[in-house]
């Protein structure tokens, strides 16, 4: 019932001083973390990430950005969680992001735009196993908040 997801917090965001910021609002949404981490990962693992765009234009230059400084990485859990991250974060380009979201509020480039999440399920649980693979990094656990972001007998049957 539960649907967990993959966020990066991008250099940017990091760099920025916006960690607190944006998992905040991942948190006050009633989103739990399942695994949270900052690293500057590997370039092999962000090549992994982003393979799907290898034949793109701007492929080398994310792989580069991504690498230039550390990047938190953190599973999110809830809900619908996928679709409800990716509506927190608003549009790719930030400048056309709406006000509200996390790029609308805190952004002002298409290609620094602080934070990733997975688009689909596949794609999510590929990235939770690139990033969070090692047994033991995620964690199953229920908040005593639980019944207070859900209708428990109603969504969460």
Known sequence: ???RTLVLLKPDCVQ?????????RFEAKGLQIAGLKMRQFPR??????????KERPFYGNLVKFMASGPVVAIALEGKDAIEVVRNLMGKTNSRQAAPGTI??????????NLVH??????SAAKELALFFGEPGELVNWT?????WVYSVEEELR
């Open 1 to 3: 019932m539960l649907e």
């Open 16 to 24: 920025r001083g916006l960690v607190g910021e944006v998992l905040r």
């Open 44 to 53: 092999a693992t962000l090549e992994k990430h982003y393979e799907v765009h």
């Open 103 to 112: 790029r609308g509020d805190l952004g002002m480039s298409f290609s620094n």
């Open 117 to 122: 999440g997975s688009d689909g399920p596949e």
């Open 143 to 147: 908040p005593v908040t639980q019944p």
